[in-house]
């Protein structure tokens, strides 16, 4: 399967708390991209990162990307209860905006 | 709000029955998306429609179609229905055929097979 695989599947933690979950995936990559679903919604983007990035920022959401370790990590910083939601990362390996998802990490902010 | 409105929200049918799914997407977008949503296999990509032409397929079932009309609005077609295709099925659309462009989500047809 191409389908990235996020870790953990699922992270509690306190608010104001540091949430990080990763994604590996199985292809070379031209993008990945990463997804948030509140339960019984449809998912909403986050942040995009292209393959010659390493880092990108967005608010509170830092998102990492190593192409040699085909692994990319979502940093969400001082998490609120509204954080919690199911994330996903996506990735588009043949640049038909084919996405193909991962299982995604179920995050639940305690307040 | 993403813009993008699916009908119905909810459907409930029986096996052998053939249902169609709404998605219109937002405003200005070319590109409609369909995917599946189940417990036990995720988010699967179904098919994708760029300005009413088929552009590229997924894990779609041959009891299942889809279109895309002039007016850019798309349906997906499930017949033969069976109780493992009862899931959510998403539409998404983005602006154009070019790689690198985020989605945007509709909240779905949560479809239960009786």
């Known amino acids: 399967s191409q389908q990235g695989e996020e870790d953990p599947q699922a992270l509690s933690i306190q608010e104001g708390e540091n949430a990080t979950m990763n994604c590996s995936y199985k292809t070379s990559i031209n993008n990945l991209q990463w997804y948030r679903q509140n339960s019984g919604r449809g998912l909403v983007h986050l942040i995009l990162i292209r393959s010659n990035e390493r880092e990108k920022h967005s608010g509170r959401l830092r998102v990492t990307l190593d192409t040699s370790k085909k692994s990319s990590s979502l940093l969400i910083t001082a998490s609120r209860a509204a954080d919690t939601a199911s994330y996903f990362c996506a990735t588009d390996p043949y640049n038909f905006n084919k996405f193909y998802f991962g299982s995604g990490t179920k995050l639940n902010v305690k307040p | 709000d993403s813009g993008v409105t699916q009908t119905p929200k909810h459907l409930i049918t029986a096996t052998g029955q053939r249902v169609t799914l709404r998605c219109s997407p937002r405003?200005?977008?070319?590109?409609v998306y369909w995917y599946q949503q189940s417990l036990d296999q995720g988010l699967q990509f179904l098919i994708q429609?760029?300005?009413?032409?088929?552009?590229a397929k997924g894990n779609i079932l041959e009891r299942f179609s889809a279109q895309q009309f002039p007016d850019l609005h798309s349906e997906l077609n499930l017949s033969s229905l069976e109780l493992g295709d009862s899931a959510l099925y998403f539409c998404?659309?983005?602006?154009?055929?070019?790689?690198?462009?985020?989605?945007?989500f509709g909240d779905g047809t949560r479809l239960s097979i009786l």
């Open positions: 998404a659309s983005s602006g154009g055929g070019v790689p690198n462009q985020p989605q945007h």
């Open positions: 429609y760029y300005n009413g032409e088929e552009r």
């Open positions: 405003s200005g977008d070319l590109s």
